[in-house]
C-alpha cells in the first residue's frame, strides 16, 4: 500500500518543478524535446505539454509499477527503494531537460 503514495509524491514533485519552469520560460510558445549529438534541435512541443510530459510519464510508469510489483521471496523491502530510486531518475532527467532548454534558448541581452 506504502508503494501507491510513491506516484503520488514523485507526481507532485515533477508537476512543482514544470510550474517553476512553465513561469521561468513563459515567454516560449515552443520547447525543445530532442537534440543532435550536434546540439541541433530535432523537434518541439508547444510550452505546456513539452512540460507536462514526464510529470505524466513519472505517474503512469510508477503508477503501473506500483500496482503490478511482485518483489520475489525475501526482497519485498527492495520493492519501496527501487521505486524512489526510479522516482529520483525521473526527477533528474527532468532537471536536465531544462537545463538544456535554457542552454538552447536564446537568452535576453537587454
Given amino acids: ?9 514523485f507526481g507532485l514533485i515533477l508537476g512543482a ?4 519552469a512553465n513561469m521561468r520560460f513563459r515567454s516560449e510558445d515552443r520547447l525543445p524535446m530532442q537534440w543532435w549529438l550536434t546540439g541541433e534541435v530535432t523537434w518541439s512541443a508547444p510550452r ?3 512540460l507536462a510530459f514526464m510529470p505524466i510519464l513519472a505517474i503512469c510508469v510508477l503508477g503501473i509499477l506500483s ?3 511482485e518483489p520475489r521471496p525475501g526482497q519485498e523491502d527492495l520493492a519501496l527503494p ?9 526527477v533528474a532527467i527532468q532537471l536536465a531537460h531544462f537545463w538544456m532548454i535554457a542552454q ?4 535576453d541581452t537587454g
Avoid at 500500500?1 to 509524491?9: A, E, G, K, T
Avoid at 518543478?17 to 517553476?20: D, M
Avoid at 527501487?82 to 525521473?90: C, D, S
Fill in 1 to 9: 500500500m506504502i508503494l501507491l503514495s510513491v506516484p503520488v509524491i
Fill in 17 to 20: 518543478l514544470a510550474y517553476r
Fill in 48 to 50: 505546456r505539454l513539452a
Fill in 67 to 69: 500496482l503490478t510489483l
Fill in 82 to 90: 527501487a521505486m524512489v530510486g526510479l522516482g529520483l531518475t525521473f
Fill in 104 to 107: 538552447t534558448l536564446p537568452r
